[in-house]
């Protein structure tokens, strides 16, 4: 409303209130008196562009003579100074002011894009911490968790440390046994054939070879191969090699005050079966046989069909006997009653004999 008065006062002071009452003009009135007043302006000013044109071709042609002349003579220079030239002035610093004004708002909006850049970096950065934050307060209870697991496994290593020292003492106690272990085996070897093949903290294998007899015929028998095993601090376990003939016991316990008990009643059966393990070591290099000695059983594979089993009493040879058990041929079992040698007690050489040249078979 103060823009309409003003432009009313440089064009038309009277068509304002004289009384300067301003609150009784009516604002759509005056917004369009301000309209056509504008229009006026305008068309006001083309006219006086027509006129001052036509003021100075008037003024051209009172000064020629003739009409010749109108065409000889050099257009006139522009009129300097004047409303025209103060305009051109104005049109030009408008320009020049429009141009720096543009490149004002280009380097403002240059630099409010930067300014938005870095504020969307800051936003960025703002939430990347604000992430930290987050995930540094959700690893707060994992890491008391784990400070509380390190100071449980703080007391568990101590109550190693203490076990470890406590095993450290058993160990010593095992190196010295070891040793005493060590020199009775020096001692047992002074009396007996004994070649230690293996040893470490909780194994012993040995092989034991009787002394030949005053025939040297105990020489012929293989060594006998035993592994002691130390199942707890005052207990052990004595087992027979598979790979040697096997007596009926395979294996004994006891305490450790009984293992050198133990060994002489192992070497004494042994030896005590010296002449039936030499005669099925003997045999071995003529017949395909297989001892069992769990169930004295001498398995005779005659052909890849043809099997015989014979069983050995106790006491044998001397006290004992061995008998023809079963044969069978593709696993069927053949009549084995008319099968009987000329000797009353038969032994094992003159039984696998009689079954490998017996035409009944």
């Not at 008065?5 to 002071?13: G, M, T, V």
């Not at 297989?290 to 006491?315: F, I, M, N, S």
């Not at 006290?319 to 058990?325: D, H, M, P, Y």
Request: with cysteine.
């Amino acid at each position: 409303m103060s823009e309409a008065r003003a432009i009313l006062r440089r064009c038309d002071p009277e068509l304002l209130d004289p009384h300067g009452d301003t609150e009784q003009l009516d604002c759509a009135e005056a917004e369009s008196m301000v309209l056509s007043l504008m229009d006026s302006r305008r068309v006001q000013k083309v006219l006086w562009r027509q006129l001052f044109v036509l003021d100075s071709m008037l003024s051209l042609l009172e000064g020629l003579e003739s009409a010749q002349q109108l065409m000889t003579q050099p257009c006139p220079p522009q009129p300097e100074g004047g409303a025209r030239g103060r305009w051109k002035a104005l049109k030009l610093e408008s320009r020049s002011g429009v141009e720096q004004t543009e490149n004002l708002l280009r380097s403002l909006q240059e630099k409010i894009q930067q300014v938005q850049e870095r504020r969307d970096k800051l936003t960025l950065l703002l939430q990347r911490l604000q992430d930290k934050k987050q995930q540094c307060e959700e690893l707060a209870t994992p890491l008391l968790t784990a400070h509380n697991a390190l100071q449980s496994c703080d007391s568990e290593l101590s109550r190693l440390r203490a076990e470890s020292e406590a095993a450290l003492c058993h160990l010593i106690g095992w190196q010295r046994l070891r040793d005493q272990l060590q020199a009775f085996v020096s001692a047992t070897q002074e009396v007996m054939q004994i070649n230690l093949v293996a040893f470490n903290q909780s194994e012993l294998s040995v092989e034991l070879k009787p002394l030949p007899s005053d025939d040297g015929s105990t020489n012929e028998l293989e060594p006998l191969r035993l592994t002691v095993t130390w199942e707890n601090e005052d207990r052990f376990r004595l087992q027979v090699d598979e790979r040697t003939v096997s007596l009926v016991e395979e294996w004994q316990t006891g305490r450790w005050s009984e293992l050198s008990a133990a060994l002489v009643d192992v070497m004494q059966c042994y030896v005590g079966q010296y002449e039936l393990l030499s005669e099925i070591q003997g045999l071995r290099s003529s017949f395909a046989i297989d001892w069992q000695p769990g169930q004295r059983v001498l398995v005779y594979l005659k052909t890849a069909v043809l099997v015989c089993r014979l069983h050995v009493e106790e006491g044998y040879p001397g006290n004992g006997g061995a008998s023809l058990l079963s044969v069978r041929r593709d696993g069927q079992p053949l009549d084995t009653t008319t099968l009987m040698t000329h000797h009353r007690k038969p032994s094992l050489t003159e039984w696998l004999v009689y079954l490998c040249s017996s035409p009944l078979l």
